[in-house]
């Protein structure tokens, strides 16, 4: 019976995971990082407005201000994104300027608010968004964050990271509906990094409201347990959960999936424990 239990939860965890495709050619460890200038420390107590950048310590992640609004959320191409909703943000946000680095998990790791070393699967790590991080580590880092800093941080919600990930667009993706070549950091989507491995952050075009990487490079965790629909969703931006649920919802596509994945709208469910080399993660930073 135990063998049995044993397999049908190995079982389970195959199908919860997105359908892979094998890893495919070597790493261009040559292509450096796009230098691109770091958002200024803040002062406490600093005002913030939608359209600002900020970090609130030296080894903080970078934020960016996104500005209240509606959007549309979900689309009509797959049952698990319908219903199609109509949504109200009602303030502004920060929500990171870019996927979580190796180096801000580390300030972490060096203060002794995470324990568990990422392992960056020879990548290296500058610039390089942290992996192979489990749903309660992220928690641990965005509570060590909260208590260095005196604001809370946490992860989005599945609204609030596709408000973010659309910028204003209806599209697949922010910048139209076809993927394009290397503008995504997805399986064939034309990229040096496409089916191969995570890019340094900040090596495509950030989306008109100053956010990298929401389309494709790594999946990204949100707070949400995994639901089949919208059916029944929070009618507000909170997140969608229950105590003690084995999946969460991943958002963005990456590098090992093809671009169907990296839409704005698509969503995904990881079991929360399980972690990957293509799964990492940023931050919402609540205003007051």
Not at 38 to 43: D, M, T, Y
Not at 88 to 102: N, Q
Request: aromatic share 12%.
């Amino acid at each position: 019976m135990m063998i049995r239990a044993f397999l049908l939860t190995a079982v389970a965890v195959l199908i919860a995971l997105p359908h892979p495709a094998a890893a495919q050619g070597v790493y261009p460890e040559e292509i450096k990082p796009v230098d691109i200038p770091k958002a200024p420390v803040i002062a406490p107590g600093t005002q913030l407005k939608p359209g600002d950048m900020f970090r609130d310590c030296e080894q903080c992640p970078e934020m960016v201000v996104v500005p209240a609004g509606i959007f549309v959320m979900g689309s009509k191409q797959h049952k698990s994104e319908q219903p199609v909703r109509v949504m109200r943000v009602r303030k502004p946000f920060a929500i990171g300027r870019f996927e979580t680095l190796h180096a801000e998990w580390q300030a972490c790791l060096d203060a002794g608010g995470c324990t568990h070393k990422p392992d960056d699967h020879n990548w290296g790590t500058v610039r390089k968004p942290v992996i192979n991080v489990s749903h309660d580590m992220v928690h641990g880092y965005a509570d060590w964050l909260t208590r260095k800093t005196g604001h809370k941080y946490r992860l989005p919600s599945e609204a609030e990271w596709e408000y973010a990930a659309r910028a204003g667009s209806k599209s697949n993706y922010w910048f139209g509906d076809l993927v394009g070549e290397n503008e995504v950091n997805c399986r064939k989507c034309g990229s040096p990094w496409s089916g191969i491995g995570n890019a340094p952050v900040g090596s495509f075009k950030p989306n008109p409201w100053g956010l990298y990487d929401m389309h494709g490079n790594a999946f990204e965790w949100v707070e949400d347990c995994w639901h089949e629909n919208y059916e029944g969703a929070p009618k507000g931006l909170e997140a969608w959960v229950e105590p003690g649920c084995q999946f969460r919802v991943i958002r963005g596509g990456s590098w090992y999936y093809y671009s169907r994945m990296a839409r704005s709208a698509n969503r995904q469910k990881n079991p929360g424990a399980v972690k990957s080399y293509w799964l990492s993660f940023r931050l919402v930073r609540e205003l007051p």
